[in-house]
C-alpha cells in the first residue's frame, strides 16, 4: 500500500475526497469537490490511500490555524477495511502535522473510536445532535506536547 499526499489546489486531490465520500459516507457527510479545494488552497491536507494504484482510503485535515488542525474526514473502502489502512493514513498523517488536532466521530462508530484512541486522541465532549440525521458525536482530541512545549 502506498500513501501520498495532496496539497494546495490540487483538483485531483479533491475530486478524490469527493468521489471516495459518495462511495463511503451517507448523503450528509459528503463533501463537494470545490469546498476542498478550498480547503486545501488555505493549507489544507489529502492522504491518500492506494493499493495497486486503486484508491482505497483517505483521510482529510483542514488546517485551522499554524499548530491546530481539524481531522475533517477519514474513510476506507469497505471491502479495504480491518486491513490497517485507515492507521496507516493517520500514521503518515502524524508524520507531517504537528500541533494538535481535533475530530468530531459518532458516538456509535466504536471501530473509528478505537482507532483514534491508539493514535492518542481522547474524548474531549459529548455533542448531542451533532450530526443531520440527530445522532451524537464525541469531540476528541491529540496534543502534540512536544512541538507545544513551553521552555522558559
Known sequence: MEVEIVEKNDLEGAMIVEGMTEKIFPEFVRWHRNSVLNYLRL??????ARVSGEVVGFAFFRKIHEKLWELTLIGVLEEYRGMGIGG????E?????GGEIYLHVQTSNLP???????FG??????IRGFYSDGSDAYLMVRRDFISNSFEP
Open 43 to 48: 493549507g489544507g491536507k489529502v492522504f491518500v
Open 88 to 91: 496507516r493514513l493517520l500514521e
Open 93 to 97: 498523517a502524524m508524520k507531517v502535522i
Open 112 to 118: 473509528a473510536i478505537r482507532l483514534y484512541e491508539k
Open 121 to 126: 486522541f481522547v474524548k474531549d465532549k459529548l
